[in-house]
T-cell receptor
Framework: TQLLEQSPQFLSIQEGENLTVYCNSS?????LQWYRQEPGEGPVLLVT?????EVKKLKRLTFQFGDARKDSSLHITAAQPGDTGLYLC??????????FGSGTKLNVKP | NAGVTQTPKFQVLKTGQSMTLQCAQD?????MSWYRQDPGMGLRLIHY???????DQGEVPNGYNVSRSTTEDFPLRLLSAAPSQTSVYFC???????????????FGPGTRLTVL
């Protein structure tokens, strides 16, 4: 059983469309991270959210942490082919333990 | 800085063989972790270390051993490889701050292991 449930698992959209990826749990996390991973490489951190209700923006990417610190979302506006990749959420549960979601594989077609 | 390096990049083992996956970081990070990534499962924590001489178990520790004799190195040992250990293994490191370990983990490029 995954501590963090990520949805959708796969997403294939046209360039210019908007999308939202969700990361949900029944557990409370002290912080939550979003990573992007390219094939054959390790995950690279995009953002960390710490405070319940926090919203962070990174160009066309908007990240939100739920008020109860149990869930998060990643919204991409006007997706581009360069956004293609595997998006992973990770929750910091206890000291140095991080639990990852199963990932969302995004394909943006030109 | 090279960041986090892992060797080998690829490895094929036969069931029952043992081997060590190497991980090194040159950022003087206190925290280091080992994960495995399987299709549809995300990354799962195997073992982690909060400093030289200190290690602890993660989500899926069975079949793996670790030690941390220096700040830079954190090797992962497979004692008797099994097909269920076929996976991609990632090492990560992070620095410490006032809240303990940092939220920012730096990942290596991974080791793709196949056990026949």
């Amino acid at each position: 059983t995954q501590l963090l449930e990520q949805s959708p698992q796969f997403l294939s959209i046209q360039e210019g469309e908007n999308l939202t990826v969700y990361c949900n749990s029944s557990s409370v996390f002290s912080s939550l991270q979003w990573y992007r991973q390219e094939p054959g490489e390790g995950p690279v951190l995009l953002v960390t959210v710490v405070t319940g209700g926090e919203v962070k923006k990174l160009k066309r990417l908007t990240f939100q942490f739920g008020d109860a610190r149990k869930d998060s979302s990643l919204h991409i506006t006007a997706a581009q082919p360069g956004d293609t990749g595997l998006y992973l959420c990770a929750g910091r549960y206890n000291f140095n333990k991080f639990y990852f979601g199963s990932g969302t594989k995004l394909n943006v077609k030109p | 800085n090279a960041g986090v390096t892992q060797t080998p990049k690829f490895q094929v083992l036969k069931t029952g063989q043992s081997m060590t996956l190497q991980c090194a970081q040159d950022m003087n990070h206190e925290y280091m972790s080992w994960y495995r990534q399987d299709p549809g499962m995300g990354l799962r924590l195997i073992h982690y270390s909060v400093g030289a001489g200190i290690t602890d178990q993660g989500e899926v520790p069975n079949g793996y051993n670790v030690s941390r004799s220096t700040t830079e190195d954190f090797p992962l040992r497979l004692l008797s490889a099994a097909p269920s250990q076929t996976s991609v293994y990632f090492c990560a490191s992070s620095y410490s701050n006032q809240r303990g370990g940092s939220d920012t983990q730096y990942f290596g490029p991974g080791t793709r292991l196949t056990v026949l």
